[in-house]
């Protein structure tokens, strides 16, 4: 039973088949037990169905589902590696990493801000403040330190996408990083560093 979590309209789901598979039973045992249990169920989120009358359920959902039966040895065996299938999936940090790193290295002659930092020797922190400050950079605080629209289309920065999930809500969220392209790096640097060199 390989993939019996997945995620359906950006939530982790298992399916009333995977379930009837996990607890040898037949499918329409399962969806009996969905349909005494409905309102419990939707309580804890909706339920959605696929083609042939296949329902979706979360994890919370899946619990209370599986709370119902009796607790024999194929049950309780299901139900660690239905947790072990949601816990596996459930590893944000390196999704979002991955997506990331992988966008960055496909854009040629990117570094991001934090690494720019670090060439010129001034810290981060103070490199986005000074970019929010001049402008470049938003302030508000859905959209802080994201650069505006049009030094994007100017090509002096870049905006990497990934995706990660939200292990709160379960749900897939996107993830954007700034990057400073050739472009922005040659000119971030001789607006805020050559004079200073050069008055050092």
Partial sequence: MS????????????TSVNIADGIVSQHS???????????????LGEINYENNNVALLNQSQTNLLISRLQPTPVIKLFKIRLTQAFLD?????????TAVESNAQNSHG???????????????????????????????????????????????????????????TSKVEPYFRTLLTTKGQLYFTNKYFTEQKASA
Avoid: W
């Avoid at 993939?3 to 298992?14: H, R, Y």
């Avoid at 045992?29 to 309580?43: M, R």
């Avoid at 929010?132 to 049009?150: A, C, E, F, L, V």
């Fill in 110 to 168: 990117c570094v991001t801000i934090q690494e720019f930092a670090k060439s010129v020797g001034i810290g981060p922190n103070r490199l986005f403040a000074q970019l929010r400050q001049d402008g470049y950079m938003q302030n508000s605080k859905k959209k802080r330190n994201t650069p505006y629209q049009i030094f994007i289309h100017q090509e002096l920065f870049k905006l990497v996408k990934g995706t990660f999930l939200n292990p709160k």
């Fill in 3 to 14: 993939n019996i979590v997945s995620i359906k309209n950006s939530q982790l789901v298992t």
């Fill in 89 to 97: 999936i459930r590893k944000p940090k390196e999704i979002v990493k």
């Fill in 29 to 43: 045992f399962v969806l009996h037990l969905i349909n005494q249990n409905i309102t419990e169920l939707k309580k």
